[in-house]
């Protein structure tokens, strides 16, 4: 199998400097790196391409030759000296403890993120609402402090990695050596173990409680909203920081509105008199009444709007929506004899009595006018 242009892994040109071939080489560690999810094979390939072209002797090998080792297998210069210097630069953008030099590997420890979902009424989410929320997550426990050592015993540094949270491995290739971190097996990246282990959470420092948390919900929340309660989530192993608590809303259907946004909708059932001649009605609103004026003549679906009627802005600063009333005119299905009687009188006088024909050319401007010229 062919083995990749090593300026290509790198995506740097063949006459690039040093300072060039430095910084690709960062960019692509943080993609690639595998504590942080990247790449395993890519980023040892990444590194055994960096150690050949960041070394002069081997790089200049490598471009006359193809091979680091020179004519015939020969290598005239070590590409893994000088290692240290690598080391340094992985500590120094994956904040220490990844090339198991220096610093030990906390982050691992740190308490995990927890969620917990609420579902709430339309108003509650207009209103705000306090909620008390009872949750199962991971707590400092209380026997040992979190330390995880019975009895007030310290931690030693673990033995298996000697206190960096890592073991390395070095392995050979046809490019030379390479160095490869991964994760105490020992210690599990603390870089330090507990000989007598707390017998109420094993060591872990933290043990499952039940607890009840009270969550304010500010107005305006609607569904998918996450809440953050910072530090509230599970708690770190021996001692290290916690994660944080999130709250997921879902606001439930309502009776009466449908929301869109910060808009909502309603539908007005208006008798058909009422359309006609107009009036003045209550109509709800999600925090109480307003009176609404009616125009005489509305038409069915027409829709008219009340300011400021409807939910309130997550953190606007008292900024709302609007409400929407749909208007569906009632037409009666049954008449009595004097209400009948009415009507046709009504029909008389606007001149609506007779029969429409296909011949009425009243009948085709009417629908001109529905359907557009």
Do not use: W
Not at 259 to 264: A, T
């Amino acid at each position: 199998m062919a083995v990749r242009d090593l300026y290509d892994i790198l995506g740097v040109d063949h006459d690039a400097d040093q300072d060039a071939i430095k910084r690709a080489y960062r960019r692509k560690a943080r993609e690639l790196h595998p504590d942080t999810g990247g790449d395993e094979d890519g980023f040892k390939e990444l590194t055994t391409a960096y150690e050949v072209l960041r070394n002069p002797d081997t790089r200049a090998n490598y471009d006359r030759f193809g091979d680091p080792r020179g004519p015939g297998g020969r290598m005239d210069g070590d590409p893994f000296a000088g290692f240290g210097d690598l080391s340094d630069l992985i500590d120094s953008f994956f904040g220490g403890g990844f090339s198991g030099r220096g610093a030990t590997r906390t982050a691992s420890t740190a308490g995990r993120d927890a969620l917990i979902d609420l579902t709430i009424d339309l108003e509650e989410a207009a209103q705000g609402v306090r909620r008390d929320l009872d949750v199962d997550v991971m707590r400092t426990c209380d026997t040992c402090g979190g330390g995880g050592a019975a009895d007030g015993r310290g931690a030693v540094r673990c033995p298996t990695c000697g206190g960096t949270g890592g073991v390395q491995q070095v392995t050979r290739s046809v490019f030379g050596q390479m160095l490869t971190t991964s994760t105490c097996p020992g210690c599990r990246g603390s870089g330090q173990r507990i000989e007598h282990p707390c017998s109420a959470c094993n060591g872990e420092g933290r043990r499952r409680t039940s607890e009840t948390v009270t969550v304010d919900v500010p107005p305006g929340v609607d569904t998918g909203t996450r809440l953050r309660l910072a530090g509230r989530g599970e708690a770190g192993r021996m001692g290290a920081r916690s994660g944080d608590l999130f709250v997921r809303i879902r606001v439930g259907p309502h009776d009466i509105f449908e929301r869109d946004g910060n808009d909502l909708h309603c539908r007005l059932r208006l008798p058909m008199v009422q359309a006609v001649l107009g009036v003045d009605i209550e109509v709800p609103t999600i925090d109480g009444s307003h009176t609404l004026t009616v125009p005489a003549g509305t038409q069915p679906d027409t829709v008219l709007t009340v300011r400021r009627a409807g939910m309130p802005k997550l953190n606007g600063g008292g900024a709302r929506g609007d409400l929407y009333v749909h208007c569906q005119v009632e037409i009666p299905r049954a008449l009595d004899e004097q209400q009948r009687a009415l009507v046709h009188e009504l029909a008389e006088l606007r001149g609506e009595d007779r029969p429409v024909t296909s011949t009425d050319r009243g009948l085709f401007d009417r629908l001109r006018g529905v359907f557009g010229s």
